[in-house]
Structures are given as C-alpha cells and as structure tokens.
C-alpha cells in the first residue's frame, strides 16, 4: 500500500513540530509553529554548505545513504490489513539492518571530520546502537513465537486473533517499542536534543559539521524514523479489520499520539546519567525477555504450577 | 587422465627450486592455476551430478588410497581454489619488496610452501583415509608454518611460528588419538567411514569431543583460538588472508565430515556446538574492538566469523536431532554460505591490510589517519569489506546471516520451551555479533582512513600498484554479487546440504525473500543515485565554502592531536568486558605542583583472558619448575661424567638386587 508511505512521509514533517509545541506549552511557553522544522529544512535546501577541509567524500555521501535508507524502511511497513509495498518472510530483519547501514554511514561521516566532540557522539551512537538492537529482536521474535509469522505483515495482522491475552504481549511491546523509538532517534533519557554543550550530545554532536542540503536530509530522516516507529506502534494497536478511512484517521491519531507521549516524557524527565545508560538501555531487552516468556507461558509450552 | 595430471601437478612443485628467481612466482601462478582448474572441474562435477567422484590416487603397501569428492568436500575445494588464486594474485605485488631482501632459497620456499598449503587442503578435503588425511593435515599444517616465518629474520616472528606449530601438533594428537581409539574399537581400518560403525555402536559424544577439540584448534573456537591472533599478524598479507579465509576452515570441515557420520544424541551435539559458536562470536568480536594491530584485530574477527558458522551449523544440528527440516536447512546452509563469504571479506580485508602495511609499514592503526586521499581505492575496498563483515546489506554477510535468521525464526512457533530458549539464544547472539561488528569496523576504518594524519608514517603513502588491487576486484564481484542477486547460490546451497538432510527442497520456500531482498535492494540503489543526482542539480548554482571542522570556535590545538583515537574509541567496550580483555592502562597523572605541565605519556593494552590462563600460566609454571631441574647443566664435564658414573653404579646395583 503506497498509502502508509504517504502518509508516513507526511506525519514525519509534523511530528517534530508537535514534539516541540507540546513541550513548549507544558512550560508555558508559545513556542514555534508546528511546521516550522519544515520550513526550516526548506530554508537549509536552499543554502550553500560549508565542508571541514578534513573531510572526504564518505562525509557527503553519508547524509544521502541515511535518507535512502530509511525512506526505504518506511516500504516495509504494513498499513493495518493492507500489505506493505515490499513484504515478504524476514522483511523485518532486513528493516533492521537497513537501519543499521544509514547508521554505520552517519558514524563514519562523523569520524570523518576528525573532530574530538563528533568523535565522541559517532562512539556513543555505535555502543547504544548495538544495545537497543536486542530488544527490537526479542520482540519481534515473541510474536513470531506466538503467531508463526515472519513478515510484518502476518505478524501484525495474526497477532490479535489468536487470543485475548495477547493483548499482554502488545501493552509490553508497545512500551519497548515506545523507549527503542527515543533510544533510535536520540531523544531522552538517553539523549538530548536540546543540550547546549558538545560534551553531552550524541546525535546533535555527529552532525555538527553539517550544513545546508545535507543538514536537511538528515533532519529529514530523523523525523521519517519517528514515524516510522508511530507506525509500527500503530501496527500493535489497531485491533480488528477497519475501512481504509478509519484507519487512516485512526493511524494519524496514533501518531499524534505519539508525538504528544514522546512531548510528555521529555517534559518530565530528565536526562541519564551517561554512564548509566547502558543498563537502562539493556533493562528494555530485559523486558522484551519477559514478553517472550508470556509468550511461551500463552501458547502453553512453560507451564506454571 | 586428470588424476595422472593431478598427481603430476605435485611432482612438478619440485621445479620450483629450479627455476630462476624471476620466474619463480609464475611457475607457482602456473601451477596453482592448473591445480584449480582440475580440482574446480571435479567439484562442478561433483556439485552438478550430486554422486561422489572416487579416483585412485596411489598405492602404498598394497593399501589404495582413493581421493573421494562428495558435496562437502566440492564445496570447500570451490572455496579454497577462488582464495588461493586471489591469494597468489596478490603476492606479485606484495612480495616485490622482498625480491631484493630474500635470497633465492627464502622466496622458493615460501612459493614452495604456498603452492604446498594449496595441495594440502584439497587433499584434507578429498582424503578419507585416516592416515592420508592425517599426513595431508600435518602438511598443511608445516606448509602454513613455513609461510608465517617468511620473515624470520624478526626473533618474535620465528617465536610465534613455533607458537603455531605447538599448538597444532596438540590438535593433531586429539585427532590422532580420536582415530586411534575408533580403530581400537571397531578393529577396522583407520578412516573416516568406520567412524559410521564406531558412532552407531558406541557413545558418540567422547569422540566427537576429540574430534572437536581437534578440529576447533585450527578453526580458532574459543577457548582453543590463542594462535590465531599471533600467527596472522606474523604473517605476510597474502598469506594471513588466506590461512584466515580457508585454513582455518578446514576445521570445520573437519567437524562437518565427523557430523555426517553422527545420527544419534545429535541434540546434546548441536547445543553444544552452539553454545561453543555464541562464546566465540561475541568474545571473538570483544576482543577485536580492543585490538590496535589491523591484523591481530581481523584475526579475532575470524574467531567471531567461525562463531557465525558454528551458530548456523549447530542451529542445524538441532534442527535435524528435532527433525525440524526448517531449521536444519536454513542454518546448515547458512553456515556453509558463511563459510564462503567469509573466505571472501576476510581474504578482501587481510589484503587491504596489506596495501596499507606495504605504504606505511605499520600495524598500529593509531599512528594511521587519514589516508583515504592518499589512498581511495584501499579505502574504498577496506569499506566495501567492513561493510560486508559487518553483516550489512546490500553485500553477502548480510544474505547468510539472513538464511540463520530465517530459520530461526521460522522454527521458533514449532518449538518446545527449552528449543525456543536455544533458539532465541542464537537470535540474540547474531544480533550482539552484529552490532559489536560495527562498533569495531566503524572504528577500524575512521581510524585508518580517516581524520587527520596521526603520525609520520603515513607521510609517504600513496595507492598501490595495480597488480595489489586486481584481485579485490574478483573478490568485490562475487560479494556484491551474492549480496543483491542471492538467489544464485540457493540451489548448490541445497544441494551440498542434501548431504545431512534427505530433503532439502525446504529451501525453496525462502526465494520469495531472497527475490524481495534483491527488491529492495535495488530500489534503494534507485534513490540513492537519483538523490545524489538531485544534489548535484541543487549544488550547481550553490556557494560551497571549505572551513576547518568546527572545534567551539578554538582552532588553536594541532587538529590531529585532538581527534578521538581507536582507545577511546574501544574505551566503552574495554570498560565493560574488562574480565576478559583485560584493558589496562598506563600513564603518569599530572601532579599538583606541576604548574606547567610536562610530557606525559598514556597507553593502554589489552590482554587475552583465555591465553593468560590456558597457556602462559600453565607454561610458565612448567618453565619455572623446568628451570630448577636445571642445576644439574652445570656445562662442567667432569659433573656429566660424574652423573653418567652414578648412572651406571645405580643400573649395577638394581640388576644385582635383581630389580630389573
């Protein structure tokens, strides 16, 4: 369905602005427009650049394979019972590792400007990367545990028949997914985006080097893959068959949502220590664990007495 | 006729100690070539009529030994001979320097021995005599050792090839031993096939221990692995590229030769198999990302890559004890498909490792940087391998990966509770291999390539000769090409894996991925080149300035000074594996009544946790008992004819008191 790439393309370029409105507001502030990150992408498109004389073409080409990359994640998401545009068995493996391949990009486009600060963030992003990365499998294989389904598609679309108490399983999923989403898009408490010291960045940092067109791009992509991860969330939530029009109402509720959730966190919590962040990351692969043994305790192979 | 070349082939490897210097690499490309094209025809033989091609090969005390190709054996023959022509390829140019260092008989052996390692595989391959393959595996074996002292002049080289040639022969006499006691029990002749006899009468699981250990010391399983990460560096690049990319997977040809003959307690096996394949993967990995030596690191990173391997075979050794032919199809066949393209990468990256050894003559990635303008297209096949390692699509490591994945979580819902445990324990596994994969060669080729010059030594460097770039290229083919065309090597897939499973026609089931792969795949080429076409249009009429890389405003310190380095790059990973890598580090802290700060110095190193305990301690403990049975050398004559008297007096004595 080329549908859920519209409109997640179109969510992506508000879903920023509601972030920063919401927090605004919660602060008592007016805050900015909700499109302006957009108009903001608009102006940098139409401005020069500045390139580090330290950098090579691996810096240019990086903001241009993170975008693609994701863009063509966005084809792997089903949009309720109507299949993706590219879905077949273990699709999700290769979402992941496509979202891997943008990422391996990026940290070595920040590498690239022989920068200490960037340096720092492109480090930081490898390490958390490779943490978060577990629970996002762990979840996925409960419910192909749970459904024998290996696609998105079928997953998604199995995962409410079978049982109520599947439900169990999506409340858990969706919270990890809730959290992998922030860990994926540098938001709090791992990271924040609103730091104004180099020192404590991770995403902001690796891209401080980069201006005009491929500033753009890569806001761009940041807002695709919150997105991205809104549909997914989507994908848990819708529960039974709908028309195409409730569901689109209801997939753009779910992102607005979501925008306003992840709005809310960072309103009200504050950043990890650094050094902590390791385990709080981990701890979301430890739930995800517990998802799986429900699974397992469901379809009755760990049988409690 | 071919077995007469074939045997001929080996005769003439003679010549090469009589021929002239100059001609002396040819002879041996001439050579090799030959022993390819027969060897490759009797394998696509093999592959396309799915029999076992039996030659005779000679005669010895009335016993005929017979070279017998099945599926396994082809496949790895097929891998070997595309390494060991991409191998002699690169020696031309790598070895040029040495043409004026080396005398005559230092460059014949080390041809001699090249050509040799060649023979010796297909031989440990084909032979299923237990002696010959014990013969052909020692060869391999000396031959290996022989090229990993090319540089003997250096004292620790000639130290760490002893090291190898130890920890070999130990392998040796596991295997040795296992063949000795089938051949006690079942009385038959000593080859692999009473194996099938010895296996359906008695317990499977001691021998396959022997033959395990045997076999995972050359593959580098850890706990048996502590040669691997001394005997490549030592080595020259063409030859470190191809002990990693197919000798040390002979080891697991030994294990798979040993698991056809296996039909019962195949589950204890497998999960053993697998738990053994997890460790290594993530500590070999773990152990990579602390390494600064380029060829130390990779050589861990074939410890990570044999891990890859061995989750896929062991998956599939579950799959078959549970009759799962899901699972057992897809992670047999990964496994196998890791097999070759780790052949590929791995000789691709060890290669590239050798480009920028030959320009800056270091191992030491801190003291590179860089040097992707000095060196673009060593820079771009190192990424081109790092990605591919990294499991990454659009090239092949991703598409293995994805085979054990496949099967994995395809076999999960028929699962019981433990199967799904050991199953979600390799899922997690694959995915820690895959990420700490990229932490380490993201490091790897920043570090190398890019930034600012750290040191000197790259001063000089520029792109190497072409004849050192060519066979990258071959390489580069066959790993894009597995990558987005996988579909290609789905049927000889199957076909060798036919071997363990009765029915292997499971694995069609999987071509719609492997097609929606090529799919996406290609999609993504699509919008990558139309969007950098796109910003070429924007950037025609565009200002685009060069500045420095933005420091907060100070551009006062030495950029390459500041920049991070593959310490703290690691640093995370070294703090939290401390246990087993054992990241130490070493500096003077600057003191309070320092007012003006002096030179300070600051290093870090890495130990082996496994090497520590299993090897140094007990040897040094050895050595220093050794040591005081020592005060018997005194080096005075008179003291030796004293001890040899005593000899004779005690001797005298017993035989009178009649004790012997």
């Known amino acids: 369905m080329i549908i859920s790439v519209i409109l997640i393309t179109l969510i992506s370029i508000i879903f920023p602005g509601i972030i920063s409105k919401t927090k605004a507001k919660i602060v008592g502030r007016k805050g900015p427009k909700v499109l302006q990150v957009f108009y903001d992408n608009i102006r940098l498109i139409k401005k020069g650049s ?96 749970l459904t024998n389904n290996t696609s998105f598609f079928d997953l998604f679309n199995s995962m409410h028949l079978d ?36 020192l404590t960045m991770v995403h902001e940092v690796m891209v401080l080097d980069y201006s005009g067109f491929d500033l753009a791009l890569i806001q761009l992509a940041n807002g695709l893959k919150f997105s991205i991860y809104g549909a997914l969330i989507f994908n848990f939530i819708l529960p039974v068959q709908f028309s195409l029009l409730y569901q689109v109402l209801i997939f753009i509720s779910i992102e607005i949502v979501f925008a306003l959730v992840v709005g809310l966190l960072e309103s009200f919590r504050a950043r990890n220590k650094m050094m902590k962040n390791p385990q709080w990351i981990i701890s979301l692969s430890a739930i995800a664990v517990i998802a799986f043994f429900s699974v397992l305790i469901i379809s009755g192979k760990l049988i409690l007495i | ?98 043409y004026s260092s080396k005398n005559n008989t230092e ?47 250096k004292e620790n080289i000639i130290k760490t090839g002893i090291k190898y040639l130890i920890q070999m022969h130990i392998g040796l006499a596991f295997l040795l031993t296992a063949f000795l006691v089938v051949h006690m029990k079942t009385g038959g002749e000593i080859n692999f096939d009473s194996l099938s006899v010895y296996f359906a009468n008695n317990k499977v699981l001691p021998i396959f221990l022997l033959f395990f250990v045997g076999f995972g010391i050359k593959a580098g399983f850890i706990p048996f692995h502590t040669w691997l990460p001394h005997a490549h560096p030592a080595a020259p690049s063409h030859v470190s590229g191809v002990m990693s990319g197919v000798m040390i997977k002979m080891g697991i040809y030994g294990i798979l030769r040993v698991l056809t003959y296996i039909h019962t307690d195949l589950l204890y096996i497998g999960i053993f198999i697998l738990f053994m394949s997890i460790i290594s993967g993530i500590l070999g990995v773990i ?60 000789s691709l990256l060890f290669y590239s490792a050798g480009n920028i050894y030959s320009q800056t003559h270091t191992r030491n990635i801190e003291q590179l940087g860089g040097l992707i303008k000095k060196m673009p297209k060593t820079a771009f096949f ?33 699962a019981n509770f433990s199967q799904s445990f050991i199953l979600l324990a390799g899922i997690i596994a694959l995915v820690l291999i895959g990420g700490l994969a990229i932490y380490c060669f993201t490091k790897v080729f920043s570090i190398i390539f890019l930034g600012h010059e750290r040191s000197i030594k790259t001063e000089h460097a520029h792109e190497v000769e072409n004849s050192m770039l060519f066979p990258k290229i071959i390489i580069s083919i066959f790993i894009i090409g597995i990558g987005i065309l996988p579909i290609i090597v789905i ?21 719609p991925s492997l097609s929606g792969i090529s799919l996406s795949l290609g999609l993504l080429l699509v919008v990558i080149i139309s969007l950098i076409f796109i910003r070429s249009t924007i950037f025609k009429n565009k200002k685009t300035t060069i500045e420095t ?20 790059y690691a640093n995370y990973i070294g703090n939290l594996t401390r246990l087993v890598t054992g990241v130490r580090k070493h500096y003077s802290p600057i003191e309070k009544t320092e007012t003006f700060p002096k030179k300070h110095t600051f290093e870090t190193h890495s130990s082996d946790i496994f090497e520590d305990k299993l090897i140094s301690k007990p040897t040094n403990k050895l050595l220093s008992f050794l040591k005081k049975t020592a005060v018997f050398q005194t080096g005075n004559i008179q003291h030796y004819l004293l001890y040899a008297v005593v000899f004779i007096v005690i001797v005298f004595v017993l035989t009178i008191l009649k004790f012997i």
């Not at chain 1, 409340?171 to 989403?181: P, S, T």
């Not at chain 2, 084909?126 to 540089?151: K, P, Q």
């Not at chain 2, 990424?383 to 085979?403: D, T, V």
Request: glycine share 8%; charged share 10%.
């Open chain 2, 549 to 568: 890389t933005w420091g907060c405003g100070y551009t006062g310190a030495k950029p390459a000074l500041q920049q991070y380095t593959a310490s703290s």
């Open chain 2, 107 to 153: 460059l014949t052996l080390h041809y001699f021995n090249f050509a040799w390692l060649h023979i010796s595989m297909i031989l440990v391959c084909a032979l299923r005599d237990g002696l010959g393959f014990l013969v052909a595996w020692e060869l391999m074996s000396l031959s290996s050792f022989f090229l990993v002292i090319f540089e003997s002049e």
């Open chain 1, 163 to 198: 049982t109520e108490l599947s439900y169990l399983i999506t409340i858990l999923a969706i919270y990890v997914f809730l959290w992998i989403a922030m860990v994926e898009n540098s938001r709090l408490p791992v990271d924040d985006p609103k730091t104004h010291l180099e």
């Open chain 2, 1 to 98: 006729m071919d077995i007469l070349l074939f045997q001929f082939l080996i005769f003439l490897s003679l010549g090469l100690f009589f021929v002239p210097k100059k001609a002396k690499y040819f002879y041996t490309l001439g050579l090799q070539l030959a022993v390819i094209i027969i060897t490759s025809y009797w394998a696509i033989l093999t592959l396309t009529k799915l029999e076992p091609i039996k030659l005779h090969f000679f005669q010895l005390l009335n016993n005929d030994v017979y070279l017998v190709i099945d599926q396994i054996s082809a496949f790895f023959i097929l891998v070997i001979n595309l390494t060991m022509f991409t191998g002699i390829l690169y020696a031309k140019g790598y070895l040029k320097p040495y």
């Open chain 1, 50 to 145: 500045v390139y580090s004389n330290t950098t090579s073409y691996i810096f240019q080409i990086a903001p241009i394979i993170y975008f693609s990359t994701i863009l063509l994640a966005t084809l792997f998401i089903p949009f309720g019972n109507y299949k993706a545009l590219l879905s077949f068995d273990g699709d999700f493996v290769l979402f992941a590792y496509l979202l891997a391949l943008g990422k391996f990009f990026m940290i070595i486009a920040a590498m690239d400007t022989g920068s200490s600060f960037e340096g720092m963030g492109a480090n930081r992003e490898a390490y958390y990367s490779l943490l978060v990365e577990p629970a996002f499998f762990i979840i996925i294989a409960s419910v192909a545990l």
């Open chain 2, 382 to 414: 190192l990424l081109l391998g790092a990605i591919a390692i990294s499991g990454l699509p659009p090239f092949n490591g991703f598409i293995s990966e994805f085979l054990i994945y496949f099967g994995m979580f395809k076999g999960l819902h028929a």
């Open chain 2, 491 to 511: 049927k000889p897939l199957a076909n060798i894996v036919s071997i363990f499973v009765n029915d292997a026609s499971i694995i069609e089931t999987i071509t």
């Open chain 2, 287 to 346: 152990f990579a990302i602390v390494q600064h030596d380029i060829k130390k690191l990779l050589a861990y990173h074939s410890i990570e890559n044999i891990g890859i391997i061995g989750i896929g075979i062991g998956i599939g050794v579950i799959g078959i004890a549970i009759n799962n032919s899901t699972i057992a199809v897809f992670g047999l066949a990964g496994g196998l498909l890791h097999i070759l393209n780790h052949s590929l990468f791995k």
